[in-house]
């Protein structure tokens, strides 16, 4: 726990998915969670301009692990304080992928810094500062890397998603969030990476919450405070 704790420190310091299952999840059931807020050491000038003023953290014990803990910070005169988390995410069914080595189709979370595309989902906007987008029948996402719309959102009504696009009506799509990893589309190099509903299993590279944590989380990230999402494995134990 402490190797997991550290990492956040260590970021703060030097700064598609499974299978769903039929039924939809229920916003009215949500309740907030009451969450004491943590003070962290200030962060550096280059990471405060990447961050903004939001920064969500998921932190894996290892490469191999298909969990990881969640921690949501908020940037305040000059510090970063804890507003959610720790909480448990689960990850791609493979573990994390270091830095650069996400490919389509390996089952693994990217690591990196990246920030936040728009918000989607099959059931109505619960209430989110960003972008929402209604997700239909016809919605997919392009997985094909040798497509020309790789790594995009596509109504299908209208254009080509390539071969075995992923379908977005889905239940784990209930509510979701795009996590901008691989906007310049290269082939190959991953797509539909996004932080979404978990259905208790690991995922094909997305980060999955339970649908009251994710809510939380959606409806406190906000496009002003520039947040960005730290996908990265605790380091080891120094000797």
């Avoid at 500062?129 to 020309?148: G, K, L, Q, T």
């Avoid at 239940?171 to 208790?200: E, K, Q």
Wanted: hydrophobic fraction near 45%; proline fraction near 9%.
């Amino acid at each position: 726990m402490r190797v997991l704790a550290g990492v956040a420190a260590a970021v703060l310091a030097i700064c598609g998915c499974a299978s769903a299952g039929p039924s939809h999840a229920s916003a009215a059931a949500v309740r907030p969670a009451v969450v004491r807020p943590a003070v962290v050491r200030p962060v550096a000038v280059s990471a405060v301009r990447q961050a903004g003023g939001q920064l969500v953290t998921v932190t894996a014990a290892s490469y191999g692990a298909t969990q990881a803990k969640l921690t949501a910070y908020q940037r305040e005169d000059g510090r970063w304080r804890r507003v959610f988390g720790p909480w448990t995410a689960w990850i791609g069914r493979r573990g994390m992928a270091p830095a650069g080595a996400k490919r389509e189709g390996d089952g693994r979370t990217p690591s990196g810094t990246f920030g936040f595309g728009f918000f989607f989902g099959v059931d109505p906007d619960p209430g989110v500062h960003f972008p929402y987008r209604r997700i239909h029948e016809y919605d997919v996402w392009d997985d094909a890397p040798s497509s020309p719309l790789y790594n995009e959102w596509v109504d299908d009504r209208y254009a080509d998603a390539g071969a075995d696009p992923e379908p977005m009506d889905v239940s784990a799509y209930d509510f979701g969030a795009v996590i901008a990893y691989n906007t310049a589309r290269t082939p190959g190099l991953g797509s539909a990476i996004f932080l979404h509903i978990n259905i208790g299993m690991p995922t094909a590279g997305c980060v999955t919450l339970p649908v009251g944590e994710l809510l939380e989380i959606l409806r406190w990230l906000a496009p002003s405070a520039s947040p960005h999402i730290t996908l990265a494995v605790a380091p080891g134990p120094r000797s």
